[in-house]
């Protein structure tokens, strides 16, 4: 089951559970910033009501989090999937 859950700056809640639709990841990439964007294929909801979540990073912050990712399967002795 797919969901997203972030808290807002003013410390609200905020959650998109997907359930057991199916998705739709979309990955973009800029020289600063990387977004992922996560959508539900919901054919029977309009436009206005469809289930997403969007997250743009800074390119070096997601950099950093796969090298540490990519370290720590290393360390553990996984080797990646293909």
């Known amino acids: 089951m797919s969901h997203v ?3 807002g ?14 998705i739709t990841v979309s990955f973009q990439a800029s020289e600063q910033t990387i977004e992922l964007a996560i959508e539900a294929d919901d054919p029977d909801r309009p436009s206005h009501r469809k289930r997403f979540a ?10 950093k989090a796969m090298a540490d990712l990519a370290r720590q399967d290393r ?6 999937k293909t």
């Not at 700056?9 to 199916?22: L, S, Y």
């Not at 969007?54 to 950099?63: D, G, M, V, Y």
């Open 54 to 63: 969007l997250a743009n990073i800074p390119r070096h912050l997601f950099s």
């Open 75 to 80: 360390q553990a002795g996984k080797s990646p």
């Open 9 to 22: 700056e003013n410390g609200r809640r905020h959650e998109v559970d997907f359930g057991e639709a199916e």
């Open 5 to 7: 859950i972030i808290r």
